[in-house]
């Protein structure tokens, strides 16, 4: 299609383990040779695939394999995985920092990319300097690098450091400046690796809204990586979802990251039990679990059924003021609500084992998945114990005035609201 503006066919990248200096060169020549005179590559039926979990018995590794899809103009395309999935692999490639093994790619239209703090970046030039030399790298002339001039050093916020060498830059003013320029001087397709981390959050809005400005009002393209769900769901059209080099899904945002969040779950359920043998926290959660209204052990609850979340705590000390909360998590990991209450020492049921019973009420959490995050703590103080996003449930819709929108983000609670016509 005419307004296709990347297109990755059958794209792998295969690398050697080892340390520098084991052969790397008579290999690579070995490749050329065989491609000179028509013979198949004698390394593309050996490897393993990237998976770092698993000891490995080969030396060469396939960071990736067969990767196909497409982008479109003016699309944010998201690109989410675990670590060593594949993600900074692919980018380096789209931005022709490294080469692919095999497969093609076809892109059509200037690239900037900001791959890590500082790319592109000479360290002994000072910022303004550096905004010239990005600019001619990206084709652009003086005179078209001065106009932007002053927007790229406003928006990175480093006006007073501006002809001072980046060298001496924090790493979120190297950050800022680096984005800025490559946000600023028009290329068609924009690649944004995890960097924006490293800013703080009021610049990680500015950015959010830069790349949101440059696809929707220039009708640039924007490639997106990053372990934040809930800003790929906010940013991206489509997401592209890699696993251990390989491309697992390629669709919308929200059905990817569904995908994505159930990926290695399946050793977390609706229950947590205290893992260690060694019991010398002062406190901690014995175990955790959810049932419903039956009493019954589950994580599958319907939007018109309570849920009842148990929690054991065992107390080996007994200091005053000592608190327990806990917050429901959506499935981007974003907090939805929160409840804290004093750790009550009358209600000691048997050594020093404390059992509360919490009741969610029924058609407010919205059908979708959530977890719960539980800790014991002395309030500014210090936390005894802490248990992260365990106690999956799953809240389905049986009924709502929302199921024909399913798979659609209407939010986290469904409130009963009155609408009454109102006639002037």
């Known amino acids: 299609m005419s307004d296709t503006v990347i297109k990755v066919e059958n794209l792998s990248k295969q690398y050697r383990l080892g340390e520098v200096g084991t052969g790397t060169l008579s290999h690579d020549l070995n490749r050329w040779w065989a491609r000179l005179r028509g013979k198949e590559d004698p390394f593309l039926k050996i490897g393993e695939t990237n998976d ?187 997401t592209v979802l890699l696993g251990k080099g390989q491309l697992v899904t390629y669709d919308k945002t929200t059905s990817v990251i569904g995908t994505y969040l159930m990926m290695g779950k399946s050793m977390l359920s609706n229950k947590y039990t205290f893992p260690s043998k060694n019991f010398s926290k002062e406190y901690y959660f014995v175990e955790i679990f959810t049932i419903n209204q039956n009493g019954e052990e589950t994580d599958q609850f319907g939007f018109d059924d309570s849920i009842f979340i148990i929690c054991s705590i065992k107390a080996n000390s007994k200091h005053p003021n000592v608190k327990i909360g806990f917050n429901i998590l959506n499935s981007l990991g974003n907090y939805v609500s929160t409840s804290i209450i004093d750790l009550n020492y009358e209600n000691q049921i048997s050594e020093s084992v404390y059992r509360y019973k919490i009741k969610i009420q029924p058609s407010i959490l919205a059908p979708n998945t959530y977890m719960f995050r539980f800790a014991i703590f002395l309030l500014n103080d210090k936390i005894f114990d802490l248990v992260e996003n365990e106690c999956q449930i799953k809240i389905n819709d049986t009924g709502t005035q929302f199921a024909s929108f399913e798979g659609t983000d209407y939010g986290n609670v469904i409130l009963d609201y009155h609408w009454e016509f109102f006639k002037l």
Not at 171 to 199: C, K, T
């Open 52 to 238: 770092r979990e698993q000891k490995g018995n080969s030396d060469y590794v396939w960071a990736l394999r067969d990767i196909n899809f497409e982008v479109q103009q003016g699309e944010v395309l998201g690109i989410i995985g675990r670590n060593g999935a594949g993600k900074s692999t692919l980018l380096k490639i789209l931005s022709k920092t490294t080469a692919p093994t095999t497969g093609k790619i076809k892109v059509k239209g200037r690239i900037a990319s900001l791959l890590e703090v500082g790319t592109g970046f000479h360290p002994e030039m000072t910022g303004r300097e550096n905004i010239f030399l990005n600019g001619a790298i990206l084709g652009m002339t003086k005179k078209e690098i001065q106009k932007k001039f002053d927007e790229i050093v406003d928006f990175a916020g480093v006006e007073r450091y501006v002809d001072t060498p980046v060298k001496r830059y924090s790493s979120g003013m190297y950050v800022r400046l680096a984005f800025a320029v490559a946000a600023f001087l028009e290329p068609e397709i924009l690649i944004v690796d995890e960097v924006l981390a490293v800013g703080d959050a009021e610049f990680q809005k500015k950015c959010l809204g830069r790349m949101k400005d440059v696809s929707v009002n220039d009708g640039r393209t924007v490639l997106f990586v990053s372990h934040n769900m809930g800003t790929i769901s906010q940013l991206c059209n489509k």
